[in-house]
């Protein structure tokens, strides 16, 4: 009964081996790697257990991947070897691997050649792609796929020139076209590559990287094998290039391959940027991982071990798919001769296998397995920051979003005010954890810019230089220098200079402007500070700054005394209007009072043309202040009282515009314009610089004519000597016209320029920095400071060239006019339309309608005053008959 049951089972066993097992079909595939090595131990081991799964969960399938591996020794010569062998002998089907992109290459040529797909799970070189071998299939991103990451961490702090550090052969290089494609895009400036040889020594990676660091750049992005980086970290940590203000990005390369990089020089790496490959996670990831650590508990998994899992559960689909027809071997027995193989036709397997395999398409370990191209598509890179010998994720980055500090993150907008920190977590710098670096260091260690100053020899408010006879130290003031050394301070990184006067040996100046903004293009000197102009012609050789002041080209004449003292100066002090106006009030006021008064007063009575009279001559007696005719009703007081008032301020402002007119000086400039001075055949002076020469011989004026000066005193001097004009550019113009402001005028501005700024090299990072500093200036207190210390005025007759540029207004503004008393007027005329209506109103209300003009010429019985009028001077004159009477009255009272 018992061994009943046991042959029962044999015979199942037996039965079930042989409806599952047999019928399978082998395949060979190739598998060559760097036996022995890390990497090699953990993707044997992801192919393996890939295998396993596979068939674990498709026992159905009719095909069996079989793997052979061949050592391929590290070196490109075993690999095509290996290569070679397994074709031949073991007839594989397709080959899996190599390791380094140098082993790929002539892998994929051999592979093109036998029609053997060659699937790589590591190559990342974009060389590769220059085979265009369509039996290439790359499980991995292409380096070059990160390049816009890395180049959106670059624009995101704003640096400007990076220096790309990676080793010299087929993996360093490949990423380099793409790298500076993409830097070249956002005016990113590779000044210098530094290459490292893949075996060099300390000593020749030490050389290196004080090449780098006597180099302003401060910003490198590392392309290597971890092995090699972490001697280049080491190396930089001793030197010193992990300190405050520089900049590392690593690539995935280093990134992903961390763990390999032992304690020393992952500490060495403290504060390094890097752009890591971005795995999502998924279940089946985390199922794996947690398998892996269980089984392999001492091997760390990478990533390119889950991409050596999932290229090998491809080709496995691919190889399924193609069935086992034309399986068998197309080739003859090849014999001991390699080149036997030449001759022995392509494989029709191999094409079929070629076509499935770029049509497979799966949720792999690592992502979505399609190739495009041959090659995976990447669109998430995570950037990372190593921190405590780990890397510690800071963000991501997509082609839709740009960097976001999470991956479900709404971008920041790309606003004035965003800051790298709405886009990254925050970043520990290497060494000062807050110090974000500029990217560009000026002082290389105790190098200090070589700045080239002017030597004036006027005008030396703005700048000048002075030698110290017993030192030789060169001491600079001026404007410009205070200006200069006020926007270094608002920089946002130390820059420290000396200041060289370009002079000969005897004191005497080296040359002029143009030949001293030569002298930066030279090399000779790293900048210029001083009155340089911003010109065309010169900014073909430097870079200027924005400007510091503004400039152009100013026309000074002489002014002399033209006021006119004629019959009619007593006219002008007041405008036509204003004349008008004035007389209309006077007979307005004339005629109001005389409108009150006439039927109460008797002084304005009479007969009609003794009445007008009295109009006109009331009016224009209160001009003095004098009119004969008392006023009794309490309107026509009011009235003339406040008529009294504006009377007042208008002849006293008339006596005093008038006094300045007839004494003060009229001061006209004799020539207006530089077309009226061409035609005048005078000599006129410049200033002696090169450009307004130019532009005067440009504008026509001939050699003969033209006089240079170089001081305010021997512009004066000529000015006075008959020259009928001098040209200036405008600050030196403030300063002219601050000492001599009653003599000359500057009419006209014939020349524009954009003003002073400061002479750099061209493209030099400094110019743009300066640029936005001197803004930051200007828009201060400190520039009007600055002005106001340096454009002092040295006539105190003069007002101040910095408040008044122009001390000899014109004429017209001091005439009077309506508009300085139209208040007044006002007042004056609804004074007249009350007293007027409160009359008519009085008047219309105790008048019969019939004989209004009747009534109106007889005086108010009701009046109080008729009854009281009893003046004995009045009375005397006019009734004397009823003396007696007045006298009583007076006595009465
Ligand atoms: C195995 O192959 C034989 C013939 O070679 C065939 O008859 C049989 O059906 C196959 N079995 C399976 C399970 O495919
Ligand atoms: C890889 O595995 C082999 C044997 O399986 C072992 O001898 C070797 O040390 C491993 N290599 C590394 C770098 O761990
Ligand atoms: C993987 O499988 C191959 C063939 O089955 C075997 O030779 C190799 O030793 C295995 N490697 C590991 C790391 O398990
Ligand atoms: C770490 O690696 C570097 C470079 O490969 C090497 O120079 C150093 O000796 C290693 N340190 C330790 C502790 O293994
Ligand atoms: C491949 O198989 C097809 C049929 O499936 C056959 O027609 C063709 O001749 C075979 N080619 C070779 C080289 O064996
Ligand atoms: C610029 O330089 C050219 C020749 O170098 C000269 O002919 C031209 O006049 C200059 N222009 C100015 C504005 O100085
Ligand atoms: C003198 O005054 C009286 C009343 O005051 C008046 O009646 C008389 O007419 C007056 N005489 C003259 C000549 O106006």
Redesign the pocket.
């Known amino acids: 009964m018992r061994s009943n049951m046991v042959f029962f089972f044999v015979l199942l066993l037996f039965l079930v081996e042989l409806s599952g097992g047999q019928n399978k079909t082998e395949v060979n595939v190739g598998v060559v790697t760097d036996v022995g090595t890390l990497y090699s131990n953990i993707s044997m081991r992801c192919i393996n257990l890939s295998l396993a799964d596979f068939y674990a969960s498709r026992p159905d399938f009719k095909t069996r991947l079989v793997v052979n591996v061949r050592d391929s020794r590290r070196d490109v010569v075993s690999a095509a070897a290996a290569t070679f062998e397994l074709i031949k002998k073991k007839q594989v089907k397709a080959i899996l691997g190599p390791w380094s992109s140098m082993q790929a290459h002539f892998l994929i040529e051999i592979g093109q050649k036998f029609r053997v797909p060659v699937v790589s799970y590591s190559a990342t070189s974009p060389f590769l792609n220059s085979l265009r071998s369509p039996y290439y299939f790359r499980a991995t991103y292409e380096d070059a796929s990160q390049v816009n990451a890395v180049r959106a961490i670059i624009k995101l702090f704003g640096w400007r020139e990076v220096v790309p550090v990676y080793m010299d052969n087929n993996f360093g290089e490949g990423i380099m076209p793409r790298l500076a494609d993409a830097l070249q895009k956002i005016n990113v400036r590779i000044p210098y590559r530094s290459v490292i040889d893949s075996d060099a020594t300390d000593d020749e990676i030490s050389l290196e990287l004080h090449k780098m660091m006597n180099m302003p750049t401060r910003v490198f992005i590392v392309h290597m094998y971890p092995s090699l980086a972490a001697r280049v970290f080491i190396k930089a940590k001793d030197i010193g290039l992990m300190t405050p203000g520089y900049v590392w990005i690593l690539t995935n390369g280093v990134i992903d391959n961390l763990r390999s990089i032992n304690e020393t020089s992952i500490e060495a790496m403290e504060g390094v940027l890097g752009v890591k490959t971005y795995i999502r996670n998924s279940k089946d990831l985390n199922n794996f991982k947690s398998r892996w650590r269980k089984r392999f508990p001492h091997m760390e998994l990478n990533v390119y071990g889950l991409w050596a899992y999932d290229a090998t559960t491809a080709l496995a689909l691919a190889i399924e798919e193609v069935g086992t027809?034309?399986l068998t071997s197309?080739y003859t027995d090849p014999g001991e001769n390699l080149f036997e193989f030449e001759a022995l036709g392509s494989s029709?397997y191999g094409l079929k296998l070629l076509h499935t395999l770029s049509r497979v398409h799966f949720e792999g370990l690592a992502g979505e397995l399609l190739f495009v191209n041959g090659q995976l598509q990447s669109s998430v890179f995570e950037i990372v920051n190593v921190v405590n010998a780990g890397a510690r994720s800071i963000g991501f980055w997509t082609e839709e979003k740009n960097l976001v500090k999470k991956l479900d993150h709404k971008p920041p907008n790309m606003g004035a005010l965003s800051t790298w920190k709405d886009h990254l977590k925050n970043i520990i710098w290497p060494r000062d954890p807050s110090y974000v670096p500029k990217g560009w260091e000026i002082p290389l260690k105790g190098k200090r810019l070589h700045i080239g100053v002017p030597k004036r020899a006027g005008f030396t408010n703005l700048v000048e230089v002075t030698r110290d006879s017993s030192t030789n130290i060169i001491k600079a003031t001026g404007f410009c220098i205070d200006f200069f050394e006020a926007v270094i301070k608002e920089m946002d990184y130390v820059v420290s200079y000396e200041f060289s006067s370009f002079e000969k040996l005897n004191g005497e100046p080296a040359g002029n402007y143009d030949e001293l903004v030569q002298q930066v293009y030279l090399m000779n000197y790293d900048a210029v500070v001083g009155d340089t102009t911003i010109l065309a012609n010169r900014s073909k050789y430097v870079d200027f700054t924005l400007p510091f002041i503004k400039s152009g080209v100013g026309l000074i004449v002489p002014i002399k005394d033209q006021v006119k003292r004629t019959s009619m100066s007593f006219l002008m002090p007041l405008t036509w209007n204003l004349w008008i106006t004035s007389f209309f009030f006077f007979f307005l006021i004339g005629f109001t009072v005389w409108v009150i008064e006439h039927r109460v007063n008797p002084d304005f009575r009479g007969p009609a043309n003794y009445q007008a009279s009295t109009i006109f001559w009331f009016a224009f007696s209160t001009m003095v202040f004098a009119p004969k005719e008392r006023v009794f009703s309490f309107g026509a007081r009011v009235l003339v009282i406040t008529w009294y008032f504006i009377v007042l301020v208008l002849t006293q402002s008339y006596t005093a515009s008038l006094a300045s007119l007839l004494t003060s000086q009229q001061l006209h400039p004799t020539i207006t314009n530089i077309d009226s001075l061409l035609q005048t055949g005078e000599k006129v002076g410049y200033q002696r610089t090169s450009f307004i020469l130019e532009k005067l011989k440009e504008k026509g004026f001939s050699n003969s004519r033209l006089v240079p000066f170089d001081t305010a005193e021997e512009c004066h001097e000529l000015l006075q000597n008959g020259n009928a004009a001098a040209f200036l550019e405008l600050p030196y113009s403030r300063l002219f016209l601050g000492q001599y402001c009653n003599k000359y005028k500057m009419v006209e501005e014939p020349f524009k320029v954009d003003g002073f700024g400061f002479v750099f090299p061209i493209r030099s990072p400094l110019v743009a920095d300066v640029s936005r500093a001197i803004l930051k200036v200007a828009e201060s207190p400190k520039a009007m400071e600055l002005e106001g210390a340096w454009f002092k005025k040295k006539d105190r007759s003069c007002p101040d060239p910095d408040i008044s540029p122009d001390p000899n207004p014109s004429f017209t503004s001091r005439q009077l006019g309506v508009d300085s008393f139209w208040l007044l007027f006002l007042i004056a005329f609804v004074m007249c339309l009350i007293t007027l209506g409160r009359f008519t109103v009085c008047f219309l209300w105790k008048t019969n309608v019939n004989d209004m003009w009747q009534e109106f010429q007889q005086p108010d019985k009701d009046s109080y005053i008729n009854k009281v009028e009893k003046c004995p001077c009045s009375s005397s004159r006019h009734m004397p008959e009823n003396n007696s009477q007045a006298a009583n009255q007076m006595n009465n009272y």
């Open positions: 027809n034309n197309s029709q």
